[in-house]
Antibody, heavy 122, light 108 residues
Framework: QLQLQESGPGLVKPSETLSLTCTVS??????????WGWVRQPPGKGLEWIGS???????YYSPSLKSRVTISIDTSKNQFSLNVTSVTAADTALYYC??????????????WGQGMLVIVSS | DIQMTQSPSSLSASVGDRVTFTCRAT??????LNWYQHKPGKAPKLLIY???TLQSGVPSRFSGSGSGTDFTLTISSLEPEDFATYYC??????????FGQGTKLEIK
């Protein structure tokens, strides 16, 4: 059974970089069937797709966040990570990592971490 | 970019009711449409993928339909555990996997 777990600082200062890691167990980040992604939910708002990365490490990002976001894979640790630079209070959110599975040609987030609250505040 | 609009934004219903949520895309997305259930403090749960395929383990009272730009999620007979927020998501455009704004299902 695939399991994902987010980790990282829960408090980040404005203008600094938010860094989160997702540790994958029960499967490999480099498996040909696995793509990965990050989703966030600001307080009182809906889900927002941040970006995704293929098993070979090719990323693609939300246009609204593209200039500040980096997603990468660490094969040695079976993890993938999220960096968001120059954060503001608007980046305060519950951050989820998830696996992008495939149902035929359709991709979907079928396994999720439990989520991690990150607060941006001085 | 593709925008997803869900309606209604909230819905009140009773246990045993049949409810339907709608999701509309600003351009055709074929059947690249997924539905998720989200409860406070929990991870979102995939219910339906490819517009109408029930995810393994999801009760058969959930069903999805649609293609192109208009999609629906139906719960045939509400159970107490179904009260949550429901999101649609398009994965047609690899450049942006957009979610709808959500429909909150509340107990009447």
């Amino acid at each position: 059974q695939l399991q994902l777990q987010e980790s990282g600082p829960g408090l980040v200062k404005p203008s600094e970089t938010l860094s989160l890691t997702c540790t994958v167990s029960g499967g490999s980040v480099t498996s040909s069937t696995n793509y990965w992604g990050w989703v966030r939910q600001p307080p009182g708002k809906g889900l927002e797709w941040i970006g995704s990365i293929s098993n070979s490490g090719s990323p693609y990002y939300s246009p609204s966040l593209k200039s500040r976001v980096t997603i990468s894979i660490d094969t040695s640790k079976n993890q993938f990570s999220l960096n968001v630079t120059s954060v503001t209070a608007a980046d305060t959110a519950l951050y989820y990592c998830a696996r992008l599975g495939a149902g035929g040609f359709v991709m979907m987030f079928d396994y999720w971490g439990q989520g991690m609250l990150v607060i941006v505040s001085s | 970019d593709i925008q997803m609009t869900q309606s209604p934004s909230s819905l009140s219903a009773s246990v045993g009711d049949r409810v339907t949520f709608t999701c509309r895309a600003t351009q055709t997305i074929s059947n690249y449409l997924n539905w998720y259930q989200h409860k406070p403090g929990k991870a979102p749960k995939l219910l339906i993928y490819a517009a109408s395929t029930l995810q393994s383990g999801v009760p058969s009272r959930f069903s999805g339909s649609g293609s192109g730009t208009d999609f629906t999620l139906t719960i045939s007979s509400l159970e107490p555990e179904d009260f949550a927020t429901y999101y649609c998501q398009q994965t047609y455009s690899a450049l942006e996997y957009t979610f709808g704004q959500g429909t909150k299902l509340e107990i009447k």
